[in-house]
């Protein structure tokens, strides 16, 4: 017999990046009265891990859970980005509606289609709130018409379409239904969520069935699965059996020894959870998302989603250049494979695979962010590696050809660079399909592009618009090959000796293109110092001094000016970086180098070529 269980709301807040989800959970938390009233609080405090805090960007799922009267609330900030789409999608099973969020000045987004797409393929209902509408540009009236416009295209249902729209800002803290109301706290996002997202329903009678949706992991307790409860009641101490959708043959007896719900950011230990509570299971050493815990009297497995597959990949391989081991506190093969082996613990779009050479592992993801997110964390915890160029992963078909994984972009540029961006963007096989101006001089172009075309685009592009471009792009399905695409049409300035960098050496190497170091850096044969000014490389000493005679003194020197050297960033190298290239990543620095650091043999493996 099913039951409503009516003092708990499970939503999700789903948007396109950087339109304000984490902030929004942000305000509920203070106003439910989850912080003391003299409590400092960060900003973004949903936002736990270093980077997410750095680039603003949210790159995990996060439950959290607030009181509002009597009801229970609880909420999960997803992620925006592309690249961790498989985030979204399986939170979303745990919910039984959604709050979208979009900017009063951006409007529907690329993300924004993504994750509505989601929520309405599985039946949620969904309340939008246009949020910054304390920006000065905002135009709140015609960003409710790009949403309800969405809604038509993703050929939503009437009741669908009816949904309740709600004013906010989640930076000044207030929500209002119309934007004449008194614009004060966030009281009518609360009634909203709890007068039109319905209350979890399921059989309390029923067999026990948990679907995990998303794992934590701690160092001390290991894997935690994270899902609600559909049917029955789960109990500590009680025997239970884990099976898979999509593996018929997993059932595995496991004992329930703690479980924990979320009251506000922190994680409260429970005896027993009933349905529509979100509960954490710790002590299940190798649960997995998509697995359903059941009772052991007649169980069944909850259908679930597979999870996307990737579409790019690189080589991680253990560092072996002349300055390997110096600056990491991690680095040989075995160090770098538990640590990858042990990421697929939380990170469910990666794929770690073992390659012919025992110091070398194929590492594939959603995208180049979603794997320099990884680099990036690794880096900080003190390994130390070197990375191939990404790589598209190609299928075929049943005929044998080639397909590749495409992208549709949707560029915002400033009116005058439409025409570079239109150029490069068909150099690198891209179609435009659709043009059309915004707001403030800005254009909206719409391209259907190979993935391995956007590979190493981005710098290019903030460089031809200034800065003031912004590109969004979305995963689009596999259509046959394109086509040879020419990615960089520099070479490299290649250091000829090892040593340390000096001025004089550098002042001459300067004429030939742009550097990545400047005086003092360490230096070895086949270390790549800077961009090329023409398209084949060049090598260089960038170590060498000036010969010192009666008549040229060692104080003329100083009279030499270098241009700063560009120092590249992760993502910067990661795009710079060619095929015959590796990437040597350690905690304090960022090389270049070619694969092959003798010059000669470098030679002969391009007359083979």
């Known amino acids: 017999m099913k039951t409503t269980r009516d003092d708990i709301r499970n939503i999700a807040i789903i948007a396109h990046v950087d339109h304000g989800k984490t902030t929004l959970v942000d305000e509920l938390l203070k106003q439910s009265g989850v912080f003391r009233a003299n409590q400092e609080v960060q900003e973004r405090v949903m936002d736990s891990n270093d980077i997410e805090r750095e680039r603003g960007i949210t790159i995990l799922s996060k439950n959290t859970a607030v009181f509002y009267k009597n009801t229970k609330i609880n909420i999960i900030d997803t992620p925006g980005h592309a690249d961790f789409g498989g985030e979204v999608e399986r939170v979303l099973k745990m919910v039984n509606g959604v709050v979208l969020v979009v900017d009063a000045f951006e409007g529907a987004m690329p993300q924004t289609k993504f994750v509505l797409m989601k929520a309405l393929e599985l039946n949620l209902p969904v309340i939008v709130c246009i949020n910054k509408i304390d920006r000065p540009e905002a135009r709140p009236d015609e960003v409710i018409d790009e949403v309800l416009e969405l809604f038509m295209d993703l050929d939503a249902s009437d009741e669908q379409l009816d949904c309740p729209f709600i004013y906010a800002s989640a930076r000044d803290g207030y929500a209002v239904k119309d934007l004449k109301d008194e614009k004060k706290d966030m009281t009518a996002l609360f009634e909203t969520i709890i007068d039109y997202i319905p209350a979890p329903t399921g059989d ?32 500590v101490n009680q025997d239970a059996v884990v099976l898979n959708h999509h593996e018929p043959d997993k059932q595995k007896k496991v004992r329930i020894s703690k479980m924990y719900e979320f009251d506000g950011l922190k994680k409260v230990e429970v005896a027993e959870a009933k349905i529509g509570s979100i509960v954490a299971i710790s002590g299940i050493a190798d649960i997995h998302i998509g697995d359903t815990i059941c009772s052991p009297e007649d169980p069944k497995s909850i259908p679930f989603q597979k999870i996307s597959e990737p579409t790019l990949s690189m080589n991680f391989i253990v560092n072996d250049s002349p300055l390997a081991g110096q600056e990491g506190k991690y680095v040989t093969s075995r160090h770098i494979r538990d640590r990858l082996f042990k990421e697929l613990n939380t990170d469910v779009s990666l794929r770690v695979e073992e390659t012919d050479s025992a110091d070398s592992l194929k590492v594939s993801g959603r995208g180049e962010l979603h794997l320099s997110v990884l680099i990036e964390n690794m880096r900080r915890e003190g390994y130390e590696f070197a990375v191939s160029k990404a790589e598209v992963l190609y299928h075929t078909d049943e005929n044998g050809k080639k397909l590749e994984p495409m992208e549709i972009a949707y560029v915002d540029v400033p ?57 969004n792009t979305i995963f689009n399905g596999y259509a046959p090959y394109k086509g040879e695409i020419s990615y960089r049409k520099l070479g490299s300035l290649i250091a000829f000796e090892s040593g340390e960098a000096v001025t004089y050496g550098l002042f001459s190497a300067q004429e030939r293109g742009s550097l990545f170091i400047g005086p003092g850096a360490k230096v070895y044969a086949g270390m ?30 100083e009279a030499l000016t270098l241009t700063p050297p560009k120092i590249l960033s992760l993502e910067q190298a990661l795009d710079f970086i060619d095929v015959d290239e590796l990437l040597e990543v350690t905690p304090e620095s960022l090389r270049i180098r070619k694969r092959i650091l003798d010059p000669t043999l470098r030679k002969r493996a391009g007359f083979k070529k």
Do not use: W
């Not at 110092?529 to 060692?554: F, M």
């Open 528 to 557: 790549v110092i800077g961009s090329s000014a023409k398209s084949e490389d060049i090598e260089l000493n960038v170590c060498k001094k000036k010969h010192l005679t009666n008549t040229r003194s060692s104080s003329a020197d």
């Open 204 to 235: 309390p009678d029923a067999n026990t069935q948990v679907l995990i949706s998303t794992i934590d992991y701690n160092e001390y307790v290991g894997r935690i699965g994270v899902g609600k409860v559909d049917n029955g009641i789960l109990k």
């Open 415 to 471: 009116d005058e660079f439409t025409g570079t961006v239109i150029d490069k963007l068909s150099q690198r096989k891209g179609e435009l399909q659709n043009m059309r101006p915004i707001a403030g001089g800005y254009t909206r172009l719409e391209f259907q592009i190979p993935s391995r075309g956007l590979i190493g685009y981005r710098g290019e592009f903030l460089t031809d618009t200034k800065g003031n471009g912004i590109i």
